[in-house]
């Protein structure tokens, strides 16, 4: 019984370390498999490494919660009209304006 208890608290280690590497944009089938392996070590590392911002931004995009700035390229909030990084103005597609006017038309209907 003690056994599997250790098996259990090993593993929970090991989702610990791997879910706070995914967190920071740092997960893998690498950090997955060095996590399993030494689950206390995984932990510390994973609690060391600092976030990557790129990889954190890309997958941002891709959810629709960040827009690349036309001129710079940085990852910014897509409502904005300022880039933050750059200061140039944001011009958004006629298409992507329509867009959003019809989405809040529909919201302000409820
Ligand atoms: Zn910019």
Excluded: Y
Aim: aromatic share 10%; charged share 25%; glycine share 6%.
């Amino acid at each position: 019984m003690e056994v599997l208890g250790l098996f259990f608290f090993w593993f929970i280690l090991a989702a610990a370390a791997d879910w706070i590497a995914s967190d920071k944009g740092r997960s893998g089938c690498g950090f997955q498999l060095f996590a399993l392996l030494l689950p206390l070590i995984a932990l510390i590392v994973a609690l060391a490494l600092t976030p990557d911002r790129d990889h954190l931004n890309e997958k941002a995009i891709k959810r629709g919660k960040k827009s690349r700035c036309p001129a710079c390229r940085e990852a910014i909030d897509p409502e904005a009209t300022i880039c933050p990084f750059c200061r140039s103005d944001i011009v958004r597609p006629p298409s992507e304006l329509s867009a959003s006017f019809r989405l809040g038309k529909r919201l302000s209907r409820k």
